[in-house]
């Protein structure tokens, strides 16, 4: 058999050890060929691509990133992508496709499964919002980056009695902010899911500094957004790929806590450096899994599927089920939260 495998969105602690572990499989278990197109879809587009053997994954285990190079693709090339998806089968002379990515990719795959092209499909995002899967590789990483970020910014707060706003990724699912505030004890967690007034945080910290705790931490999704008429804040416009542009609320909600409290409040706005460096043990083993298993899902013919964490035990589920909705946190997740505040 011969595979070939993309990396595709957004960068994502794991990538790496996913590859590293399809090519184990299939090289060692199945003597089959791997083949890597190199900047996602835009290498399966152009021609792009480089043969993976042992030696090509030698030592990436631990390495953030992905070796293949990522890109995102517009729409319209897309479209030209399922318009060729058997061709491409026959030209580049592969059995199987293995994309790895998020919801946009998951949504590519399923058109070109749909459009004739053999596809088993690995989950990856930090945001760990991909249904039918209940942890995605790369959100333990991203949670330890916040976690740790928030210990440190306490003690700073702290020594200039200040309130720190935390502004994590988390464009419509805030499961970041959920756990890494919860880890962090932050005093405030916005998410998505749930609007947030203005005056309940200036409460809380008010209520804070009448006890003698003169700081406080408030960890925000990026996506999280005031209740109607809480504060004046404008939604960002649509890219070129189809992604809402957010307008930066780390910033905007910092700047009305300290115009609304009168006390210094500085936003810390993480971005990217959730994205990078070594992934956690957690997620380098559960990337080493579903690499394993969508290799013995391509030798079973299970196509049209994709890798799926279910309690302890890797499930192959349908690709459509993955890019139906969006896992966001659900109302008793939120409420936990909020009990340890």
């Avoid at 791997?34 to 900047?39: H, M, P, S, T």
């Avoid at 004890?185 to 203005?198: K, M, Q, S, T």
Wanted: with cysteine; aromatic share 6%; hydrophobic share 40%.
């Amino acid at each position: 058999m011969r595979i070939g495998v993309l990396t595709a969105g957004g960068d994502c602690p794991g990538l790496n050890a996913v590859i590293r572990s399809v090519v184990h499989r299939a090289v060692v278990g199945h003597n089959d060929e791997v083949i890597g197109f190199e900047d996602g879809f835009k290498g399966l587009l152009d021609g792009r691509f480089r043969k993976l053997d042992l030696d090509a994954v030698s030592g990436i285990l631990a390495r953030g990133g992905t070796i293949l190079g990522s890109a995102r693709l517009e729409r319209a090339r897309l479209r030209e992508a399922c318009d060729s998806a058997q061709d491409f089968s026959r030209e580049y002379g592969i059995d199987v496709l293995i994309p790895i990515g998020g919801e946009g990719t998951l949504t590519a795959a399923r058109m070109l499964s749909d459009a004739g092209m053999p596809v088993v499909g690995v989950p990856k995002t930090i945001d760990n919002d991909i249904s039918s899967t209940d942890r995605t590789f790369g959100f333990d990483t991203a949670v330890g980056v916040a976690t740790e970020a928030i210990d440190r910014l306490k003690t700073t707060a702290e020594s200039h009695q200040r309130v720190m706003v935390v502004e994590v990724m988390g464009r419509h699912a805030g499961w970041i902010a959920l756990e890494s505030g919860m880890a962090g004890g932050a005093h405030g967690i916005c998410l998505p899911e749930r609007p947030f007034d203005v005056a309940d945080l200036v409460s809380m910290v008010e209520e804070r500094f009448s006890r003698g705790k003169k700081f406080a931490v408030i960890c925000v999704a990026e996506g999280a957004h005031p209740a109607e008429g809480s504060m004046d804040y404008k939604k960002g416009a649509i890219d070129q790929f189809g992604h809402e542009r957010f307008a930066g609320i780390g910033t905007k909600l910092a700047t009305e806590l300290e115009r609304r409290l009168g006390k210094e409040a500085r936003p810390v706005i993480l971005g990217h450096v959730q994205r990078g460096g070594t992934p956690t043990a957690y997620d380098r083993v559960l990337a080493t899994r579903f690499g394993w298993h969508a290799v013995e899902a391509a030798h079973r013919g299970d196509f049209g599927r994709m890798t799926a964490l279910r309690g302890t035990d890797v499930k192959m589920v349908p690709l459509a089920d993955a890019v139906t909705e969006l896992k966001r946190v659900p109302e008793n997740r939120m409420d936990e939260a909020e009990s340890v505040f």
